[in-house]
């Protein structure tokens, strides 16, 4: 069945950790490998097989009726957020395949040397749901190894004494409990937002690098209910009813968000659907709108991805992708002045016999690295670069 969720690889020992889901004499596997970037050999005696169970008081969300233990299912869950590795660990999480249950948001933590599990909790050992997904962006981890992801759909009853946390901000780490969750950021309308698959969970979370003349550590986050959070990541605020007020913040968006924001120099850029991509500068724990570009972006949006010299010369670089799921449409690659979106610099369709990418995909990041710009597309990867200068044939 393949590879759903983007690698990671650990740059110090060429490492290269990656969640394969197989089909095997009509039974279902999915698989933690390690493997040498150099070889493709397997590593740390590798691969090990995804499992996990965790007890549950009840499971009737599905019909099943009582239940000792919730097991992983390897053919319901999907692998659709990035892999993490922080700290010689590294994190796997799930959402469904096609929203097909019984299915649960599983976190699982394997030890990056000996591929041990460290850690297996379940965002809804009860109601099932509340599935990890982000639109394929990944958890996060701040500089104290605490994890910090975003559940969408499914009960949440965590406020009440219950352990399931349907559309919330989780910030996991490890207690003398294991891997638990320890604190947490749950929308006062979590119960409508689920009625109306208005999840949270459709974007991933970003933590802001400390602020000058700031001690309050920020996380940014958006869904499909058009809003973004910006969260005081040492006390997320829980839950409380009526209104959003246990948040910093919260900033109007035109669309939802299926993905993640961006950060550079103090500045956060989102592009949300049916929206125009939007710079916010941070001034006192707060968003204040920087500027905005002009083109609005369908469904899904775009991720943005900043290169930049330093604190010199960013550049926003987006991929604009078909409506809906049409597989016809060629990708575009857009890039933008990081100090003013509304100026465009470029994009692929300019001049299309030269540029033009591959048919589009939903959900790509454009990757940025050594002068190049990888933009992915259906059967090809396109890579982008400044022109070389022509000659002087007089000279």
Not at 10 to 19: I, Q
Not at 136 to 143: F, K, L, R, S
Not at 151 to 165: L, M
Request: aromatic residues 8%; glycine residues 12%.
């Amino acid at each position: 069945m393949g590879i759903t969720s983007t690698p990671v690889i650990d740059a110090r020992n060429g490492t290269l950790y990656v969640l394969v889901r197989t089909k095997e004499a009509d039974r279902f596997w999915q698989r933690l490998h390690a493997l040498d970037v150099r070889t493709g050999m397997e590593k740390f005696g590798g691969p090990v097989t995804i499992g996990a169970s965790i007890e549950s008081r009840i499971r009737s969300l599905f019909g099943l009726g009582p239940a000792q233990s919730v097991d992983f299912l390897a053919l319901h869950e999907n692998p659709r957020a990035a892999l993490l590795l922080d700290q010689d660990t590294v994190y796997l999480t799930w959402g469904s395949s096609c929203d097909v249950g019984p299915y649960y948001g599983w976190v699982l933590a394997y030890d990056s040397h000996t591929l041990r599990q460290k850690g297996a909790p379940n965002t809804a050992p009860e109601a099932a749901l509340s599935g990890i997904w982000q639109s394929d962006t990944g958890p996060a981890a701040d500089e104290e190894g605490n994890v910090y992801a975003v559940t969408g759909n499914g009960v949440f009853n965590a406020a009440s004494g219950g352990r399931d946390f349907g559309d919330s901000v989780l910030k996991l780490g490890f207690t003398s409990a294991g891997l638990a969750v320890k604190d947490y950021f749950t929308p006062f309308d979590q119960e409508e937002r689920n009625r109306s698959d208005g999840d949270l969970g459709s974007g991933g979370p970003l933590l802001v690098p400390p602020q000058p003349g700031s001690s309050m550590r920020l996380a940014i986050t958006a869904g499909k209910g058009r809003e973004l959070f910006v969260l005081n990541r040492e006390h997320m605020g829980k839950f409380r009813m009526g209104s959003n007020r246990h948040a910093v913040q919260t900033v109007r968006l035109e669309g939802g968000v299926l993905g993640s924001p961006s950060y550079w120099e103090g500045h956060i850029y989102v592009c949300a659907q049916n929206d125009v991509l939007r710079d916010f500068v941070i001034e006192d724990n707060r968003l204040a709108l920087a500027s905005q570009g002009e083109m609005h972006f369908t469904n899904p949006g775009a991720v943005p991805a900043i290169s930049a010299n330093g604190s010199k010369d960013g550049i926003v670089w987006l991929i604009e992708t078909s409506r809906g799921h049409a597989s016809h449409v060629a990708a575009v690659l857009h890039a933008y002045d990081a100090r003013n979106v509304a100026l465009e610099l470029y994009n692929s369709a300019q001049n299309s016999g030269r540029d033009q990418a591959g048919a589009s995909l939903h959900f790509t990041i454009p990757t940025v690295a050594d002068g190049r710009v990888y933009v992915p597309a259906s059967r090809e990867l396109d890579v982008y670069g400044l022109l070389r200068a022509k000659p002087d044939l007089r000279q």
